[in-house]
């Protein structure tokens, strides 16, 4: 018995299901029943003196009716859809935008592009306090450009001022994400062969008929990978928001990923961070399969 | 021949999921002998080979190496050496390290391994490359790379799968020479397959020919070209490919009544059912230009193409007849011509199961 | 098709990515500045004077090597138990292609992309029932590979698939057993693109917050990440130290990325978009 197990360890498929195993394991014990314990807690009565036991008493819908009659709950939800498409608009557009100048071949292209990416390896934290720094109302070096160069004549709070602070997060999130969009979209770029190009342009299509009729429709799978992952990317951020706003004032900037650790961690009331958390997790994992959906023949291929 | 064969293949089938990929295959193997698997892509002749090998599992049947049942052994413990279409060098490691690769697994002893690898290179024409890695060699350098990987093992078996695909067409027929020189060299026996059956009537001693799955015909290169089991060997060995013409045996069995224009009677060497639907396989280079008054296909030259030492006629439209000719015929295209064929070298097929109906025997 | 001149577009790239850069050129002239001229009005782009006392001054009273010590425990922790688990994972995900394989795939995809400012809230309570969050960073650790695996996984799986299977089985052919053929002929040659994810989880991990802020209490244990922010109180007007904490914080990352750029490019957009 130990021989015949040793043996397909050795030499056969034991070897696969082995290294593919263990890991799966930890993956559904770290994540994935956390998941589910996330989905059981937002039925259940958490507090403080309850966090120990694993049988908590059982609430129903509780929870999701307390937090849908919490006044600021639509407008964090509304805040959320703000920042996630003006984010993904922001930085998709300057993505492609340096994508495609880029996409020009000279010399040096490649790794004055590369260096763009250092916005994305930074921690998220040192970004947001760089940023918090820039935005600064009175000191902030962005005020200063701004009000140089005549576009602006008073000083906007942009941290303090309910009307521009989750504007400061977007803007530190938009300058966090090209870079990796700019990337991946370059990389689909140099995908589409040049000699369509040259096709095109026998067939007499301008600059910008080339863009709208090879460019975009080449580029199709692409943009839809780029674009959901940065809905994910979006959903994820955190860091910033407690580097440069902590989602004031006034729940002004604040968004549900934020929120839902505010409502466990700083109000410890951990059955309505679960009970977000749910809502969101939800979101995302639509999010996700229409990401896998747009990269399918590319997993398969 | 008392001898233990080399190689037994008893009844092998093989699934993958709902795919038959290989179908009741029984082969023997004599020690020594070289024998290459061929047929069309998708045959199931790489599958048979990586089953040999222990690359993948049979679901049925018995394989044995030497006598001893090998189903479940892993490859490493089968003592077979392969040769890849790709080649799979090692990329990492230089031409001395590829070659002693197996010979340090079984941690022979370093002076033993360096002779091995002197020799091997000597025999290949490799003793300036040892200390190159494989992307610092040409195509034809690569080849020799994994010949002496696997010949210095000295192991029971050698298979080769599609070695030659990657060459280019002049290199492809010396490699055919060496490789075969090589075999009787080292006298081990060999497994050699490929889709070009010039490749397998040249260099193989048996040939197993493959279609969809099972074995179409086995036996010497020589024999499956003179008594083609099936229509589809007729059609597969021999190049340019046989000619069929449909037709039927004449009411005194002494000859068959071919389906082209002019109706043309042919004798046969034999007897056959009078009135018989048949398929006729006439080969190009038995074909030849009629005498006047000897029975003939009556057909006209639409093209006629010469490479100096021999000429084709293409003859006809429906079907086309393709005639090899050793002489230089002053034809052009258009010109009315008469073929002709000696009746022993007639083959007729049955029409609807493609088996041979026992003519051309001899 | 017309070209411009390469001069004309290089200099229109390099004043791109002047601007885009800006950011962390800010962050490291305000480090440079004395506590007075970093609010003067208007700002001064160029330091008036070169003062690095001021590292030595953060490092010590903010106790930066603990922090930084703590980031690199974290870091070294969470890419070790990533590049572990996840290579052998990866490498089956690439060799096989089957119903099986590609629920595998779709299961890591999905965890992915949990955010983990919503995965930590069941995380805590189920650590802390376990008692895990008595060895907070190991916490933080195991939290951090659960969260950090996918992304490896996909990018060594592109590895993995760029190495031709006929090569492992050549040597299984020559007399390796399964594992033998894995560690002396795939894993050589995926080397590169393992080591690159890795330091590209390295990276992550060591400005890894939500877990860190959330699950460790101690301060001694806690990580740069969160020492930054509890330096940033709301009404903070010590803007040269936080950039200059910043500044010690960051330089080792962006200096191991620029010197490994084209390969973490590379790695990055052979893995990301399949």
């Known amino acids: ?301 | 021949m008392t001898q233990q064969p080399q190689i037994e293949l008893v009844s092998v089938n093989k699934h993958y999921g709902g795919f038959h990929a290989l179908k009741d295959i029984s082969v023997t193997i004599a020690k020594g002998s070289f024998v290459a698997l061929v047929g069309p892509s998708g045959c199931g002749k790489s599958t048979l080979l990586r089953s040999l090998a222990g690359l993948e599992s049979i679901t049925t049947g018995e394989i044995r190496i030497t006598g001893e049942t090998v189903n479940e052994t892993p490859p490493r413990h089968r003592d077979v050496a392969m040769v890849f279409q790709s080649y799979a060098l090692y990329p990492h490691m230089t031409v001395r390290e590829n070659m002693s690769y197996s010979l340090r697994l079984k941690r022979v002893p370093k002076t033993k391994i360096d002779a091995a690898v002197a020799e091997a290179a000597k025999i290949l024409g490799l003793e300036d490359y040892l200390d190159r890695k494989p992307n610092a060699l040409s195509g034809g350098q690569r080849q020799r790379v994994a010949m002496g990987r696997a010949i210095i093992r000295n192991p029971k078996v050698f298979l080769f799968d599609e070695p030659l695909s990657n060459l280019d067409a002049s290199l492809r027929v010396h490699m055919r020479k060496e490789i075969r020189a090589l075999h009787e060299r080292v006298g081990a026996t060999s497994v050699y397959v490929t889709h070009d059956q010039i490749e397998a009537m040249t260099m193989a001693d048996h040939v197993v020919v493959l279609k969809g799955g099972s074995v179409e015909q086995q036996g010497t290169p020589l024999s499956l070209y003179d008594m083609p089991a099936t229509k589809f060997v007729a059609g597969f060995i021999g190049s340019p490919a046989m000619n069929f013409v449909s037709g039927e045996i004449t009411g005194d069995g002494g000859s068959v009544l071919l389906d082209l224009p002019g109706r043309p009677i042919l004798p046969l060497a034999r007897q056959a059912t009078p009135g018989r639907k048949v398929e006729a396989g006439l080969r190009p280079e038995h074909l030849s230009l009629a005498p006047p008054g000897v029975p003939a296909i009556e057909t006209r030259a639409s093209s006629v193409e010469s490479t100096g030492s021999v000429t084709y006629l293409y003859c006809g439209g429906d079907p086309e007849i393709i005639v090899l000719s050793q002489e230089r015929e002053p034809l052009s295209s258009g010109e009315p011509v008469r073929l002709t064929i000696a009746p022993e070298n007639i083959h007729l097929f049955d029409p609807q199961t493609g088996l041979s109906i026992g003519q051309a025997a001899g | 098709m017309t070209r411009r001149p390469t001069p004309l577009l290089l200099a229109a790239a390099v004043l791109l990515s002047a601007i885009y850069l800006f950011p962390l050129y800010w962050m490291y002239v305000t480090s440079l500045k004395s506590g007075s001229e970093v609010f003067a009005y208007p700002p001064t782009f160029l330091p008036e004077s070169l003062d690095f006392h001021i590292f030595a001054e953060v490092w010590q009273t903010r106790d930066m090597a603990s922090f930084l010590w703590n980031s690199l425990v974290i870091a070294s922790g969470s890419m070790a138990m990533v590049a572990v688990l996840g290579t052998g994972c990866s490498y089956v995900l690439a060799r096989y292609r089957n119903i099986w394989v590609d629920i595998a795939l779709f299961l890591v995809l999905m965890l992915q992309v949990l955010p983990a400012s919503l995965m930590i809230t069941p995380i805590f309570v189920g650590f802390s029932a376990l008692g895990l969050l008595e060895y907070p960073r190991f916490a933080v650790m195991i939290a951090f590979t659960a969260k950090a695996m996918p992304f490896f996984v996909i990018l060594v799986r592109a590895t993995f698939m760029s190495i031709p299977g006929e090569l492992e089985e050549a040597a299984l052919v020559d007399g390796n057993s399964r594992i033998g053929a894995f560690g002396l002929i795939v894993l050589p040659l995926a080397r590169n693109g393992i080591l690159v994810s890795a330091i590209l989880i390295f990276m992550q991990a060591f400005g890894e917050f939500v877990y860190s802020k959330s699950m460790i209490q101690d301060v001694t244990l806690q990580p740069a990440s969160v020492g930054l922010n509890g330096f940033m109180g709301p009404n903070t007007v010590e803007w040269n130290k936080i950039m200059a904490y910043a500044t010690i914080y960051v330089t080792p990352i962006l200096a191991a990325f620029v010197l490994l750029q084209q390969r973490i490019v590379s790695g990055l957009t052979s893995g990301a978009l399949k």
């Open chain 1, 1 to 301: 018995m130990m021989k015949r197990l040793y043996s397909a360890v050795v030499d056969g498929k034991g070897f696969d299901i082995l290294l593919v195993g263990l890991p799966l394991l930890f993956l559904i014990t770290f994540s994935g029943l956390p998941l589910l314990y996330n989905v059981l807690m937002s039925f259940q009565e958490v507090d403080i003196f309850s966090l120990g036991s694993l049988i908590r008493p059982f609430v129903g819908l509780d929870n999701y009716r307390a937090l849908l009659a919490q006044p600021e709950f639509w407008p964090i939800m509304w805040n959320t859809v703000i920042f996630v498409v003006c984010s993904i608009f922001g930085q998709f557009t300057l993505g492609f935008a340096l994508a495609l100048f880029f996409d020009a071949g000279f010399r040096g292209a490649s790794f004055l592009r590369g260096l763009f990416l250092v916005s994305w390896v930074m921690p998220g934290l040192v970004v947001g306090a760089i940023w918090n720094w820039i935005l600064s109302g009175d000191f902030g070096v962005l005020n200063y450009i701004l009000r140089a160069t005549g576009l602006i004549s008073e000083n906007i709070f942009w941290r303090s001022d309910t009307d521009f602070s989750l504007w400061a997060v977007i803007i530190a999130n938009i300058w966090l994400g090209t870079a990796f969009n700019m990337i991946l979209l370059s990389v689909g770029l140099a995908g589409i062969p040049k000699d369509l190009y040259e096709a095109s342009e026998l067939d007499g299509a301008n600059v910008w008929q080339r863009f709208l009729t090879i460019t975009i429709p080449m580029m199709r799978s692409t943009i839809g990978a780029v674009i959901s992952l940065g809905l994910i990317f979006t959903l994820q951020q955190f860091d910033l928001f407690a580097a440069i706003t902590s989602g004031g004032p006034a729940n002004s900037s604040n968004v549900a990923q934020y929120w839902a650790w505010e409502l466990s961690f700083r109000q410890y009331d951990f059955a309505k961070g679960a009970t977000i958390s749910t809502i969101m997790i939800i979101t995302v994992m639509i999010a996700a399969l229409l990401y896998v959906r747009s990269t399918r023949h590319e997993v398969r291929g």
